[in-house]
């Protein structure tokens, strides 16, 4: 086996940690094996009542597994110190390790993934192939993906307002989440067939995504008002605890992975906005003028030139990036073409997002108006639509990449609106989704990093995925289909496993907890990563 690339002090500090985790959870499911033989030896005749119970223990301990830890073991993790699980952890306590073996089980499963990771990407066990792209083959995938979904998966939905309590359902969840599926797809296949023709319309999905940012969490701080430090470490380990893993193992920048870091600002960026002096959010003026601040804080990082480059460089470290094929690039350029290109976009989410109740409650008021009138008002907000979408593709989208991207920021607006206005200008189109894509919707994150490593190939530290991952060479849509099915499954069992891992070690109600375990992250992390660093110098030490 060949290994592309040096072993770093990261991925050795990862196998230090990973390994005493697998042992951990060998042997927790051994003592499993051996206390549920023990128990049924002695009670298989007399006592299925008790037998009930200790399945029920069971479940409640699997819990963890579909997003959570049960409530026993929930509370003898966080009434012990972190000191005192460290050390049961470690001299292998056998109630410690049973109480926990479900958590240990999430954590060995998370650090096999990114073990296959590794195999796929960065050795040769495993081959790659070119892309190749054909318009009548993409198109033909897309549009059965898309004719197979609505056979089996449309679905009518009849969720109720926040605001009013009727259902109008403008710009609701199951909607939202189905734009981020279907949009996911051809960002998807737009990498995996290297179609360089739809260039512009993935820059618009992205700007979407970017606008469901501003509007998620903007709709989220302003009705739920819940600014808490918890509330927030859990948005952050959401879009980062796996990429940073990834970034570990396979020795990675950050940058690599753009997406990640644009929407943590992104959210930094609402959560400041609508979380300082919060308690004036009610206030219509105190909103514009937040509101007009944000666009006074762009204009001015990225609008001005110079600014930029002061502003970010002491996070170099971070949001550096330099790409194996333009080495003379500006570490930051990668940061600032990226950044840039949508750094409106998010404040016309949040702006959207203020303005969404008086929507609702005018498209209330349309609904309950006479046919004649209602149907004289969406023709002429669909002919708006339809109009101001033509003269945007006439005039921008047709536009070659380069000069595109410079209009973006200004424009990425206009198809965006014109997409809400078109799929909800009746109640019927409102009311249904393709359930297949809002499943797809919700793991985006996930697919979006795995496509790297386990569909796509780099070879190489922060090289862009220029191969396809080949399982079945020489037959390339067998290989296609075989390669999906395990990315996607792999893609939603790491959602479930984020997810899982979160509600282990980022509590919801206590600050003081939240803080000693990410003390006790950072201090781990230091130990491992001094041990590696004396490891890697063993081998080069004078005999």
Not at 63 to 73: D, I, M, N, P
Not at 76 to 103: C, G, P, Q, V, Y
Not at 186 to 210: C, G, K, W
Not at 476 to 493: D, E, G, K, W
């Amino acid at each position: 086996m060949v290994v592309f690339g040096p072993i770093t002090p990261g991925q050795v500090s990862f196998l230090l940690g990973i390994i005493p985790v697998f042992v951990a959870w060998i042997y927790s499911e051994f003592l499993e094996y051996k206390k549920v033989s023990s128990h049924t030896k002695v009670h298989s005749d007399t006592n299925l009542v008790e037998l009930e119970k200790e399945t029920i223990k069971e479940d409640d301990r699997a819990v963890l597994l579909e997003g959570g830890l049960s409530r026993s073991a929930s509370a003898r993790l966080h009434s012990s110190s972190i000191k005192t699980n460290l050390i049961r952890f470690m001299t292998m306590d056998d109630a410690f390790l049973l109480e926990n073996r479900a958590t240990l089980r999430a954590m060995a499963e998370f650090g096999a993934i990114l073990f296959y990771f590794y195999i796929c990407d960065r050795t040769n066990l495993l081959g790659d192939s070119t892309k190749n792209y054909n318009r009548d083959l993409f198109l033909f995938l897309y549009l059965l993906l898309v004719i197979v979904s609505a056979m089996t998966s449309l679905k009518k939905h009849n969720d109720k307002s926040p605001f009013s309590g009727k259902t109008i359902q403008y710009l609701n969840r199951h909607q939202t989440e189905e734009w981020k599926g279907w949009m996911q797809v051809l960002f998807l296949m737009y990498h995996y067939f290297a179609a360089t023709e739809i260039y512009n319309a993935i820059r618009i999905f992205i700007a979407a995504y970017v606008w469901m940012t501003g509007f998620g969490n903007f709709s989220y701080y302003y009705i739920r008002k819940d600014f808490s430090l918890p509330r927030f470490a859990q948005m952050m380990w959401r879009l980062n605890f796996f990429v940073a893993f990834c970034c570990i193992v396979l020795n990675n920048d950050y940058m690599l992975y753009y997406i990640c870091p644009m929407h943590t600002l992104f959210t930094i960026m609402v959560y400041g906005a609508v979380g300082i002096f919060n308690k004036y959010n009610e206030i219509g003026s105190v909103m514009i003028v937040k509101i007009l601040a944000c666009f006074l804080v762009v204009i001015l990082i990225w609008e001005i030139p110079g600014v930029f480059d002061i502003f970010w460089s002491p996070l170099t470290f971070i949001l550096g990036y330099t790409d194996p094929a333009k080495p003379d690039l500006p570490r930051l350029h990668e940061w600032h073409f990226r950044s840039g290109l949508d750094r409106y976009i998010w404040i016309i989410g949040m702006i959207y997002a203020y303005y969404h109740p008086t929507a609702e409650k005018w498209m209330e008021k349309l609904e309950e108006s006479e046919p004649k009138r209602k149907l004289s008002i969406k023709a002429g907000i669909v002919t708006v639509a339809l109009f101001v979408g033509y003269l945007w593709y006439e005039c921008i989208y047709k536009l070659d990449k380069v000069t595109y991207n410079k209009y973006h920021p200004y424009t990425s607006w206009i198809p965006i609106t014109v997409y809400i206005c078109l799929r909800n200008f009746t109640q019927q189109l409102r009311s249904v989704s393709l359930t297949l894509f809002a499943w797809l919707g919700k793991i985006t994150l996930e697919t979006y990093i795995s496509q790297f490593h386990i569909w796509l190939r780099s070879n190489t530290s922060n090289g862009q995925p220029k191969w396809l991952l080949s399982l079945i060479p020489e037959y390339p849509l067998l290989n296609f289909m075989l390669t999906t099915a395990i990315y996607v499954l792999i893609s939603h069992r790491l959602f479930e496993l984020t997810s899982t891992l979160k509600s282990v070690f980022v509590p919801t109600k206590d600050n003081r907890r939240l803080l000693c375990n990410f003390l006790a992250a950072v201090a781990i992390s230091l130990c491992l990563y001094c041990v590696s660093l004396i490891l890697l110098q063993i081998p080069h030490s004078p005999a």
